[in-house]
């Protein structure tokens, strides 16, 4: 373990956390509430930390650990997660360890007897090893500085991560009541945070909410169309990024990432189904590699903290807004430009509706249940700034769009879509409610298909009404009717469309609906185009510095490389950028770098001047 950078003082002295801040982690000040919360816990208050990914939450139990007398205990979830945290405080000089299931007895046994002496400033265990006594007595006879409860959400019911092992984490307000708490989530809707301060029993503790906006995000909802071919073409657009595909089910993750791989990206699948040495594996090459793409299922991600992730990819919708801020969350955590795009057509809609109802839960859960769901295809449904519909779900007010998002790039017409709903809703009455989509467009449409003729809805009222209105018009209707709760799937699972009780106010025209217009196809281009511009332009990198920019990370590489650490614990992307446009000279002006602490000053300062002074 490496030598402690910062002695424990007797008492967290005024200073000690900023000072703390600018010779370990190389910053000059804090960032928004981090300073007030570092200051509120390293005074021994408890805390619950609502903070969006990126925005610096680690450091608010990072730094208090080291100012207070002790070893701050980190509750985590993933050991992947721990690992990582691990390695970057070591790279700082910090005195970290974790425990859990990777260790053998020896290790675990010389981490413990680290932890009794007062060697370590941070020790992460998972949730699960909170319980036994035996680690219990070992918190006993340790100095404990303050406990950590990273990810928090994991432990209310109401979150899309529950994790009943996190209910035990009550234990150590029971059995250290004078030793502060300090909770953390980037994702809590209102009900979700309540569930917290029950269940954790922090009813005292001071609540510090800072903004959920992630302004370096670009977030985008498309109609699918093709999608392997549109998420090819997204992906070959950004050929050096690390980026996550996020798919609903195993075999898709596996067949998307084989395809990729045929198309010549470098891409992994991760999901529960593969064994547990593929999965470290693959995860491993993503956090250590550049420009690799993971296809996942929702196992994946929770514990990633890669900051230059710059593209998350939904080919499926989540079931829940909480959970797409969450997943997209995981781009651009180094505040550098990043993309979120999901993919979202009508049998997605169909496939999240059912879920729901089929549901196997109580007459509560599944009402809440849907009013997760409501969110969600508001979300993607919506003629508005995509980041204001996100900011309102959480309870935060954005009086503006963004203008970095596709409702902004490409504004959205809306219409009275009364009349062609009720074409639609009649066409499913008219025709028994038995029929799917695509029947039901030939129909409107007046094709005479051999499946309409024989079934004689050429016959019906309905056939030919809806002329007017191309294919992809009318899936854009039915999408909306059943997103907006008109219609619904068969519950019998044939994949026909059923009339719901709100669809009669509807067809008898007591109610009214409007419609969103999908932009067209030559639309999207001209705003993507529009949109690479910009984030080309977001660099602003000349030939030379984009030279020197690459031999930094390949220097970057080279080193972590070695010690079998991620690129990004030498150094993140951000620092480098800092490299390229100060271009120092001499080691007090890498100094002087934000993210260019003391000891990685020590470490690797001359190998990156070296570098720098070459492409002078």
Request: hydrophobic share 40%; charged share 25%.
């Amino acid at each position: 373990m490496p030598d402690a950078l910062i002695p424990h003082p007797g008492a967290a002295s005024p200073g000690a956390a900023l000072d703390a801040l600018r010779r370990v982690w190389g910053y000059k000040d804090f960032r928004g509430m981090q300073a007030e919360i570092v200051e509120h816990v390293a005074a021994g208050g408890d805390a619950l930390v609502l903070m969006p990914t990126g925005g610096g939450k680690s450091l608010c139990y990072q730094i208090p650990a080291l100012v207070r007398v002790g070893v701050g205990v980190v509750v985590s979830p993933l050991i992947a997660l721990m690992r990582d945290q691990v390695d970057a405080l070591r790279q700082l000089g910090v005195r970290a360890a974790y425990l859990n299931s990777t260790l053998d007895w020896r290790e675990a046994q010389e981490v413990e007897r680290a932890c009794e002496r007062g060697e370590l400033d941070l020790l992460y265990v998972a949730p699960e090893r909170l319980v036994p006594p035996r680690f219990l007595d070992l918190l006993e006879r340790s100095r404990i500085a303050l406990f950590a409860l990273d990810e928090a959400h994991c432990v209310s019911q109401w979150g899309h991560d529950f994790r009943p092992e996190y209910l035990q984490c009550s234990l150590l307000h029971e059995r250290f009541p004078v030793v502060p708490r300090i909770a953390l989530t980037a994702t809590a809707d209102a009900q979700t945070r309540a569930d917290i301060v029950s269940r954790l029993g922090l009813s005292e503790a001071r609540v510090f909410s800072a903004s959920f906006d992630r302004p370096n995000i670009t977030y985008r909802v498309v109609p699918k169309e093709n999608e392997r071919r549109q998420l090819l073409d997204f992906i070959r657009r950004r050929p050096e990024d690390a980026g996550i595909v996020y798919c609903l089910s195993r075999g898709k993750v596996d067949g998307v990432a084989q395809w990729l791989k045929e198309q010549g990206v470098d891409a992994l699948p991760y999901h529960a189904g593969l064994d547990a040495a593929t999965r470290q594996a693959n995860q491993d090459r993503f956090i250590r590699g550049e420009g690799v793409v993971m296809v996942a299922t929702v196992a994946f991600g929770m514990g990633i903290d890669k900051p230059n992730v710059r593209f998350v990819v939904h080919l499926d919708p989540p079931r829940s807004l909480e959970a797409y801020y969450q997943e997209t969350g995981r781009a651009g955590r180094d505040g550098l430009p990043a993309e979120a795009m999901m993919l979202y057509g009508f049998s997605d809609v169909v496939q999240l509706r059912q879920w729901v109802e089929a549901s196997d839960t109580s007459s509560q859960f599944k009402r809440t249940e849907r009013q997760k769901l409501e969110a969600l295809l508001g979300f993607c449904e919506t003629a508005r700034c995509r980041r204001q519909t996100i900011l309102s779900y959480f309870g935060e007010a954005a009086p503006n769009p963004c203008g970095n998002c596709d409702t902004c790039f490409n504004p959205v017409e809306t219409y009275d879509g009364t009349v062609p709903a009720q074409m639609a809703l009649s066409a499913v009455y008219r025709t028994g409610q038995r029929f799917g989509v695509g029947h039901l467009i030939d129909v409107l449409r007046g094709l005479a298909t051999d499946k309409v003729a024989e079934r004689g809805h050429d016959k019906l009222k309905t056939f030919g009404v809806g002329k007017d209105l191309s294919k992809g018009d009318w899936q854009t209707v039915f999408r909306q009717l059943v997103a907006y709760g008109y219609l619904t799937a068969d519950p019998e699972g044939h994949g026909g469309l059923v009339l719901t009780d709100a669809a009669p106010a509807l067809l008898k025209g007591q109610d009214s609906v409007r419609l969103r217009r999908d932009p067209a196809a030559e639309s999207r281009r001209a705003a993507k185009a529009g949109r690479d511009a910009r984030r080309d332009q977001t660099l602003n990198l000349s030939p030379a510095d984009d030279a020197l920019w690459h031999a930094l990370k390949a220097l970057r590489l080279d080193l972590a490389r070695e010690q079998g650490v991620p690129p990004y614990v030498i150094f993140h992307d951000t620092t480098l950028l800092e490299m390229v446009r100060a271009r120092p000279r001499d080691l007090v002006a890498l100094g002087f770098l934000p993210g260019v602490g003391g000891r990685k000053l020590e470490r690797y300062g001359k190998d990156f001047l070296d570098v720098i002074q070459d492409h002078a």
